[in-house]
């Protein structure tokens, strides 16, 4: 079994992080596992890629485009950008909040989230969109999302691990200060349909 997962977003939103945790929970089940970042202008605003890749053929780093499992879209547009790396009938999970590119707001143009989640509709068959805004006000701190995200991918079956698993992997990631806000997090993010 391979497992590739790739992660999507902007500079602050916790996707280095959420990766960290996905790897670290791969291997605490003892999965050979490798991750590789790109990072442009993060700090800026800049796209942010994280690439997690696990299991018995992980001779590379970079997930090979059109074989991720899943792709976490901290964002719309950024989940449009990485949806060449889905495969068939791979899960694209998307946070519905978009951030609108400097380009656009210099510009005037518009800047249309409904177009966005429809073309990732034609990319997979299993679009699940989360209204991270939502929950992350519920958790009391927007950089609580990427957490959020990662358990409404536990919801709905796109990691192969348990919640036990995933809080195990935050404590080793995540300074103790931040655990309860983050089981907070991920507990929200399990039970995200809630709040759609």
């Known amino acids: 079994m ?3 997962c790739l992660m999507t977003g902007v500079g602050g939103q916790g996707t280095v992080l959420a990766s960290k945790v996905l790897a670290q929970t791969a291997l605490n089940a003892g999965y050979f596992v490798r991750t590789s970042e790109t990072i442009g202008m993060a700090q800026r605003g800049g796209c ?3 690439h997690i890749r696990f299991g018995d053929d992980c001779a590379s780093p970079a997930v090979p485009q059109g074989c991720a499992d899943v792709i976490v879209g901290f964002e719309p547009s950024e989940a449009v950008r990485g949806s060449v790396y889905v495969k068939p009938h791979g899960i694209i999970l998307v946070n ?3 951030i609108k590119p400097i380009t656009s707001s210099l510009t005037g143009q518009e800047f249309h989230t409904d177009e966005m989640l429809a073309y990732l509709r034609t990319r997979s068959s299993r ?4 209204n991270g805004e ?3 006000t519920l958790a009391g701190n927007p950089r609580t999302l990427n957490i959020i995200l990662l358990g409404a991918g536990l919801a709905e079956g796109a990691f192969p691990f348990t919640r036990a698993a995933m809080v195990a992997a935050m404590r080793q990631v995540l300074p103790e200060k931040l655990w309860a806000i983050n089981e907070k997090a991920l507990d929200l993010g399990l039970s995200y349909l809630q709040y759609q």
Not at 127 to 130: G, K, L, Q
């Open 134 to 136: 939502a929950l992350y």
């Open 48 to 50: 942010v890629t994280s």
């Open 2 to 4: 391979t497992f590739n």
């Open 96 to 98: 519905t909040k978009a």
């Open 127 to 130: 679009v699940i969109a989360v």
